[in-house]
């Protein structure tokens, strides 16, 4: 009787821990994925640190709604405006999260959203300028409770 | 899904004034990551772009991925030099366009 009880509590264990293996291998993006990305907008440009801010909460309750905020330093004039910021999330299933596309009509280059974060992870902004300079800004952020469904 | 979209913008403003404006609009925003009960995956259907133009031209926009969460908020700044018409868009995965106007007077 006794050693049955423990075959079946061995036994579930034993599921218990497939099934969180399981979830784990559940195809995540990981931070080479965001490397290649960042890759590609930045081309052959050094990627530069200062002059992009990327505001976030470092712990977040429900990672269904995460506000982020992005700020970039820039004169925003016709010939020196910051084009574009890309936003990454390097444990999501999906690495890209947006991207914002600014203009000299922007005036200033920051912007606000909220997004979803399935784990606890770095999300990395990157900012590209108008004659093709890089910069970028990584911020680690703690998850109480995972949102991308499941 | 009637989503109405909500904006605010300043009715007014100086010439050269950095303004802030902040849309939300309703949408589920389903990412094709979930699953219903029976296992089957949700298929994906989220607000893949929006743009904002003022008197034509486009001032911001964004490319949307699964990621951002649902009722897509943004907030951004825009430069206004005259009066005229804020443009927002919001374009769903099935083609289905929302949109809206705001006008702003600048002295």
Redesign the interface.
Known sequence: MNLQRRKLLGGTVGIATVGLLGGAANALAAPEDVAAAIKAIAGDAEIGSGMITLTAPEIAENG???PI?VSVDSP?TDDDYVASVSIY?EG???P??????????????????????AQTQNVVAVAKMSNGSVFSDTRNVKVTIG???? | MSAKPRVKVPKTAAAGD??TIKTLVKHTME?G???DKEGNVIPRKIINKFACE?NG??????????????N????????VSESGTFKFSWTDDDGTVIDTEKKIEVS
């Open positions: 269904n709604s995460v905020s925003m999330a999501n299933p999906l890209e999260v947006v991207t914002f596309n600014f203009s000299p009509a922007s005036g200033v280059a920051s912007a606000s959203t909220r997004m979803r974060l949102g991308c469904g499941g | 950095i303004i990412s990551q979930r699953k003022f031209n486009p001032v911001f926009s964004a490319d949307i991925d699964p990621a951002v969460a649902s897509p908020y943004f907030e951004f700044k825009a430069r």
